[in-house]
């Protein structure tokens, strides 16, 4: 079983500031890690993935995460935010085989409201 | 090529009633999972549904249930309605390949709002 710990539930910052959104998770097995944007009235919007290899990841709208295995993290940065950037944010989980296929069941985190002022 | 769809986009009833959600997947996707969002209990997993078959469920009632077409298009119902039910249901797809290894990636629909009275 997976669980996810989003650290923050709002994070305001002004516009053009730097953001991270913290996010940490639980699992006995490996895993494969995401974060989605979520816009009012809608529905969620793959912003990254991290599967395997370099654990730095990059993703649209200048998004870019770094998978820490040992302190079982996946943080959400973005070096300058935009009022368009302002939603829900949810850091997600999925179990992983050893043979690198997965599971369709996610796990999510309670989600972060990124606010930004202008 | 067009998104995950689902209908109907809202949706009121009455406490006691049934209803019956539908979701078309993106075009090739075989794999469809639905999710409930609610403000307190966040996004949980309902279940998910590959060739026709559930192959994982998660811990709801058993008045959630659902099911998958031959063209992958799939339903959720909901009986005997509660307060509670109220939500935003989501519907993910996603590709499956021909050693069912998958993409990873879950696309997600816009959701149906189910609002119960």
């Known amino acids: 079983a997976q669980s996810v710990t989003q650290l923050d539930s709002q994070v305001p910052v002004f516009e053009e500031a730097p953001v991270e959104l913290r996010c940490n998770y639980s699992?006995?097995?490996?895993?494969?890690l995401f974060w989605y944007v979520q816009y009012p009235n809608q529905g969620l919007q793959l912003l990254l993935k991290?599967?395997?290899?370099?654990?730095l990841v990059k993703g649209i709208n200048g998004f870019e995460a770094e998978f820490n295995k040992s302190q079982t993290s996946f943080h959400l940065r973005k070096p300058s935010v935009h009022i368009s950037d302002t939603a829900e944010y949810f850091c997600a989980v999925r179990g992983a085989n050893a043979g690198g296929t997965s599971y369709g069941k996610l796990t999510f985190g309670q989600g972060t409201i990124l606010t930004v002022h202008p | 090529k067009a998104g995950v769809t689902q209908t109907p986009r809202y949706l009121i009833k009455t406490r006691g009633q049934q209803v019956t959600l539908s979701c078309s997947p993106i075009?090739?996707?075989?794999?469809v999972s639905w999710y409930q969002q609610t403000p307190g209990q966040g996004l949980q997993f309902l279940f998910e549904y590959f060739s026709e078959t559930q192959r994982n469920k998660g811990n709801f009632p058993g008045r959630f249930s659902g099911r998958q077409f031959s063209n992958s298009r799939s339903e959720m119902n909901v009986s005997t309605l509660e307060l509670g039910d109220s939500a935003l249901y989501l519907c993910?797809?996603?590709?499956?390949?021909?050693?069912?290894?998958?993409?990873?990636?879950?696309?997600f629909g816009p959701g149906t709002r189910l609002t119960v009275l």
């Open positions: 993910a797809s996603s590709f499956i390949g021909p050693r069912l290894a998958s993409t990873d990636t879950q696309y």
């Open positions: 991290y599967l395997s290899g370099s654990t």
């Open positions: 699992s006995s097995v490996s895993v494969y």
């Open positions: 075009s090739g996707h075989r794999s």
